[in-house]
């Protein structure tokens, strides 16, 4: 469900708010039964919210209840999000990347699709949500370069900071 967020009386929001997201900009991801190079493009899309401006701290721990996992799943989605739990009291998340739609699609830079794809996810728990209603460039919109757009863009750091 997206919800337009009031700020200052008549200002709104432009992003779709999404209330799966964490219920801070902190929070620690474990890495499940994936190989060195899935836990790379994970702690990548960790660094490119950290490294933002979004106010992201996103940690990776062995002992987190939020969970991160790659696999060739039957499936036509390249990632998805799952949240669990009461926000703020127990929120957690699951996170899949399906590297069989991602090999499938991406051509020659399956790197760079795998990097957006990650990134992208962990942005819906920074509470961001699909195709937000905007005309400015989005990690969260669908239509995205893959190749291109890996990290946060102006628009999502915006609305990260709105939103927290």
Not at 59 to 74: E, H, L, P, Q
Not at 105 to 110: I, V
Not at 133 to 139: M, Q
Request: aromatic letters at 10%.
């Amino acid at each position: 469900m997206a919800v337009a967020i009031a700020l200052g009386g008549a200002t709104t929001a432009e992003a779709d708010y999404y209330s799966g997201g964490m219920p801070g900009r902190s929070f620690n991801v474990k890495a499940v039964g994936i190989n060195p190079t899935w836990v790379g493009f994970l702690d990548t899309g960790r660094k490119n919210w950290n490294g933002s401006g979004a106010g992201a701290n996103i940690g990776r721990k062995s002992s987190a209840k939020a969970t991160f996992t790659a696999a060739r799943y039957n499936a036509s989605w390249y990632g998805v999000y799952s949240p669990s739990g009461l926000r703020p009291i127990n929120r957690v998340f699951k996170i899949k990347v399906n590297a069989r739609t991602l090999d499938r699609d991406s051509g020659s830079k399956m790197t760079e699709w795998c990097r957006s794809t990650v990134t992208h996810e962990l942005g819906h728990a920074l509470s961001l949500d699909d195709n937000p209603g905007t005309r400015k460039a989005s990690l969260m919109k669908h239509s995205r370069n893959r190749a291109t757009v890996q990290k946060p863009l102006a628009y999502d750091v915006a609305e990260v900071k709105r939103i927290y």
